[in-house]
């Protein structure tokens, strides 16, 4: 019979050879015959584990009398895991927790290991973090809320120490699940009558027709998804969605389109009419968006295998184009745990991707027009500071109006940033402008 910790210990090496963790967990769960009860316990651990890397090192290497990297990756995924259910857990016993470890590091081969596994996870179990020793207030905040160095450097100096610790916080707490419901198929009262009907609670969102659903298993396989009533689509997204309004019988871009729900969202704005470039630097996931606008009912749709940094002629004279540009992703770390340790060595090359996007999808716009920028991260380099760059360089944009905003959102002008802390949403950025 497979076991569950041992599947998540085997998925937390894959995962080490840099592997996206949402892609591993799904290929293999899809695979287990392990029971619905099993696969939820996995997800936690490899997810949980995942989320807690760095924090879970640090701990473990106080009781390690060399390099925990020196570890087998086999020994290093059963101490990681099984620290993290002692710590995190509360559901598992303690006692359980340690002799699974040691009995699954026998079953890995592992047996001469066994003993340093038990002894070490015992001590680390009750190791106190308010009396470590760091080297730096850095430091200490990528050890507690297990983010890189570079990130916790960046919201320091960007944010403070109190608000980074707030915001790092929030980004250990799972989101709520928010789906666009499809007004071609259904109305949003029609899917929240659907749900009540099995006893499910659902909010409607301050965005019309996104509606968030207390919905604990795979909403992907239910037939509301199925048939195309609904998809998954945070409120950020659905926020730069809104923020464009396209209108029936317009020509709308949306540049950076892939897996496809803001297109969908943009195509219902339009009621199916006028024309829709949606496009993607990835040919190989325009397939994705197709598979999207298939089950929805969408028609009004043009695929295109486009680079957005490069002008192309066939967008001029767009009534909306909707940017949502390659970003660090540092307000979803709470969605995909890989982000959280990234080095940013990139980022001044992906702000000028960013910046090279922006000035493309301008040309695109014609008099009277809009263009909406957005990301998914908080960092102001990326959102605020590109817009401020772009206007002082182009006298014919100007800000233009938010729609109506999560509780919490603290608007500036024509731009918002959302904060996981103070709206309970992803973080994510939109700055609204039009072409005067």
Known sequence: MENPRRTAAVLLVRQEKNGYANLILGTALAKSELSPRDKAFVSVLFYGTTERLLTLDFILQQFLSKP??????????????????????????????INEAVGLTKKMGKTSAAGMVNAVLRRAASYSLETAQFTSETQRISVLYSVSQPIAALLINQYGINEAQTFL???????????????????????????????????????????????????????????????????????ACAALNPAPNQKVIDLCAAPGGKTATLAQYMESTG?????????????????????????????????????????????????????????????????????????????????EILETAATYVKKGGRLVYSTCTINKDENENVIQAFLQKHQDFTFGTLPALPKGAQPQQGMVVLHPHKTATDGFFVAVLERV
């Open 68 to 97: 925990l990297q020196k570890l087998d990756a086999e020994v290093r995924a059963i101490l990681r895991s099984g620290l993290y259910q002692l710590r995190y857990m509360e559901s598992v016993p303690a006692s359980a927790a």
């Open 169 to 239: 916080e929030a980004c250990h707490v799972r989101s709520r699940l928010c789906v666009r419901v499809n007004p071609l198929k259904t109305t949003i009262e029609e899917v929240q009558a659907q749900f009540a009907k099995q006893k499910i609670e659902t909010e409607k969102s301050c965005l019309k027709n996104s509606l968030y659903v207390n919905y604990k298993g795979d909403i992907t396989n239910t037939k509301l998804f199925k048939n195309g009533f609904l998809y998954v689509q945070g409120e950020g997204s659905a926020l």
């Open 275 to 355: 024309t829709l470039y949606s496009c993607d630097i990835s040919e190989g996931r325009l397939g994705l968006i197709q598979d999207l606008l298939s089950r929805t009912g969408i028609t009004n749709v043009t695929l295109m295998h486009n680079n957005a940094a490069i002008p192309n002629t066939t967008f001029a004279q767009a009534d909306a184009v909707l940017c949502d540009v390659p970003c660090s992703g540092l307000g979803i770390m709470g969605k995909k745990p890989d982000i959280r340790y990234k080095s940013l060595t990139d980022l001044d090359g992906l702000i000028a991707l960013q910046q």
